[in-house]
């Protein structure tokens, strides 16, 4: 049983045929995005007015200069299109939401953390590049698919001992980083031809060895955050071990109940 399946509220609503394979995700990221006709506000979503906060799992690059260049030059090219550009210290990969403060306790953020640490993957690396869309968003497609979606599986397993399972299940995740936000409804072909002489650009590699449990919060147009836990990944003998099985096992099954749509998946 596949671990992914259809899901509308994600982009693209489809999953594609091979998460191991980066030309097949990005391929499919892109007939998704160019069959768009009309873009829509990123920032009209109930219940993410401005000030909001919430924690959320995320991969952050604070020191990566080669997907600072790459995000700045698309930014330039970008930039005749009024799109809202992700700051440089800024750029993320969203996994899973937590919950909000003043609801979440710190020891629940302590138990998490204990949790996740004890069933993450090994480190792992993911190619950035081609660039793609959203509804909502221009992105850079990521790949192999494969190491995020065992990251989010095992993050959702962590959730759901301790209360605190994501809103989406990993059925439902659809990796990416987004580099600029649309903040109107347009007509989406502008935006896809823009993108589209960009995406011959080189790819940056990305590498993955801790995750952050961070206190996101929206601040006009722009994303910013704290972070709370920085949890290390596992060691590559834990990845084909005991957790791994189980991640095997249960793939297809959802890891929490459905529900709201994270900051930027669209």
């Keep these: 049983m596949p671990l992914l399946s259809a899901d509308p509220a994600a982009f693209p609503a489809e999953p594609p045929a091979d998460t191991h394979d980066p030309a097949v995700t990005a391929a499919h990221d892109w007939a998704a995005f160019s069959a768009l006709d009309e873009m829509t506000d990123h920032w009209a979503r109930p ?6 906060r919430a924690y959320y799992w ?5 020191d990566d200069q080669q997907l600072a260049a790459l995000a700045g030059h698309c930014q330039e090219e970008l930039a005749p299109l009024g799109l809202d550009p992700v700051p440089t210290d800024g750029l993320h990969i969203t996994l899973a939401r937590v919950g909000t403060p003043g609801v979440v306790t710190s020891g629940q953020l302590d138990s998490l953390a204990r949790d996740a640490e004890a069933l993450l993957p090994s480190a792992f690396s993911v190619h950035a590049m081609p660039l793609a869309g959203s509804r909502g968003a221009v992105r850079l497609s990521l790949g192999p698919w494969e190491p995020l979606l065992r ?3 095992a993050l959702a397993k962590a959730g759901g001992s301790v209360g605190l399972a994501p809103k989406k299940p990993t059925s439902a995740f659809r990796p990416h980083l987004s580099l600029a936000y649309n903040n109107r409804r ?3 072909a502008p935006v896809v031809e823009t993108v589209s002489g960009l995406r011959a650009l080189p790819t940056v590699e990305l590498s993955v060895s801790a995750v952050q449990l961070v206190e996101l919060r929206r601040e006009g147009r722009t994303y910013r955050w704290d972070v709370r836990r920085n ?11 005991e957790n791994y099985d189980h991640f095997l096992a249960d793939r297809g099954r959802p890891d929490g109940p459905r529900g709201g749509q994270l900051p ?3």
């Design 151 to 153: 990251l989010h599986h």
């Design 186 to 188: 347009r007509p989406a």
């Design 58 to 62: 995320m991969l952050t690059f604070p």
């Design 47 to 52: 219940g993410w007015s401005d000030g909001s």
């Design 231 to 241: 949890v290390a990944l596992g060691d590559p003998a834990g990845v084909q071990g």
């Design 264 to 266: 930027d998946e669209q």
